[in-house]
């Protein structure tokens, strides 16, 4: 019987699953330009036509990869939502985690975000929403959860959340994705903790006075 128009063939979701590893394994090869969608239709060993039937427009290709890094990163945003340690120890934890993260292939995906979104109407949201604000926003709960133990003061958890993770991605764009460790090498062991102090001093709540002896 003849599949009924529209409708998916057998093991369509994992051939498509298959091509956007090859993708991502060519969007986010380092010393390469970005690939046309030629260049892409070539990585996944496939025609163009096959690219656009199963993603459609090179733009479309992308969204569909932001999307699935995002749902791979939900993981890990579990750990960045954890404030079960106390304030300080929940900071350096997580500023930690932040530059593991970065080390371990993180850049190279905001690199992809950043080159492929800037700019852009539609990958620069997509960017956004996907990758790097759903990690503003694991942040922002963990910094609520602190504030309603009374460990973190009053303040605005999106500007801290904020002011905890651009500096990384900064530093490891200007280290890593452009070639700042050769030009200016940056000490990450001895920024990260400056860092960490200086975001303890701006948010760590005040101590309470000291309580009167029981009678």
Do not use: W
């Amino acid at each position: 019987m003849p599949r009924p128009k529209g409708a998916k063939s057998a093991g369509y979701d994992r051939r498509r699953a298959e091509l956007l590893a090859a993708f991502r394994e060519r969007l986010l090869a380092r010393n390469l330009a970005a690939p046309s969608l030629r260049e892409l239709a070539a990585a996944g060993g496939v025609t163009i036509p096959t690219v656009r039937h199963y993603f459609g427009r090179r733009e479309d290709l992308i969204v569909a990869l932001l999307e699935d890094l995002g749902v791979q990163g939900e993981a890990h945003l579990a750990h960045a939502r954890d404030a079960s340690a106390p304030f300080a120890e929940s900071i350096e934890r997580l500023v930690q985690s932040i530059l593991t993260g970065l080390s371990m292939g993180l850049s190279e995906i905001h690199a992809l975000g950043l080159r492929e979104g800037l700019r852009h109407d539609r990958l620069g949201p997509a960017y956004l929403s996907h990758v790097l604000e759903p990690t503003v926003l694991a942040i922002e709960e963990r910094l609520r959860q602190h504030q309603a133990r009374g460990e973190m003061r009053p303040a605005d958890t999106r500007v801290a959340a904020l002011s905890l993770i651009a500096p990384q991605i900064v530093a490891q764009i200007h280290q890593r994705e452009l070639g700042g460790c050769g030009t200016r090498p940056l000490n990450a062991q001895s920024s990260t903790r400056e860092q960490i102090d200086a975001f303890l001093r701006a948010y760590a709540a005040e101590p309470g006075p000291p309580r009167a002896p029981e009678p």
